[in-house]
Nanobody, 125 residues
Framework: QVQLVESGGGLVQAGGSLRLSCAAS????????MGWFRQAPGKEREFVAG????????LSADSVKGRFTIARDNAKNTVYLQVSSLKPEDTAVYYC??????????????????WGQGTQVTVSS
């Protein structure tokens, strides 16, 4: 069992930045591929970014490339999502997730085993 707790969301103006954090329980955090997803009202949950176990490789959705950066600190059992140059269409609940069996970064939510409760990001125009 892995517990995830996100933080760092909020209300920000277009063009602004936030840093989202996701703290994980357990001693095997460095064994997991981590992902960030988001879900806007009335829309499907979508992949935002993922990072491999060591942090040496990342993958981002085309819609956020160059604006969002995922990173992890295995010593702190934490994964981060730096979101910058925010747009109103980035407004959503952002979730972190764990894929306990992965070797590669999956972009489909069904592959992920544990999810946090989400943190709201609202971007005003």
């Amino acid at each position: 069992q892995v517990q995830l707790v996100e933080s760092g969301g909020g209300l920000v103006q277009a063009g602004g930045s936030l840093r989202l954090s996701c703290a994980a329980s357990g001693r095997t955090f460095s064994n997991y591929v981590m992902g960030w997803f988001r879900q806007a009202p009335g829309k499907e949950r979508e992949f935002v970014a993922g990072i491999n176990r060591s942090g040496s490789r990342t993958l981002s959705a085309d819609s956020v490339k160059g604006r969002f950066t995922i990173a992890r600190d295995n010593a702190k059992n934490t994964v981060y999502l730096q979101v910058s140059s925010l747009k109103p269409e980035d407004t959503a609940v952002y979730y972190c997730a764990v894929d306990v069996s992965a070797i590669i970064i999956q972009t489909t939510a069904a592959y992920y085993d544990y999810w946090g409760q989400g943190t709201q990001v609202t971007v005003s125009s």
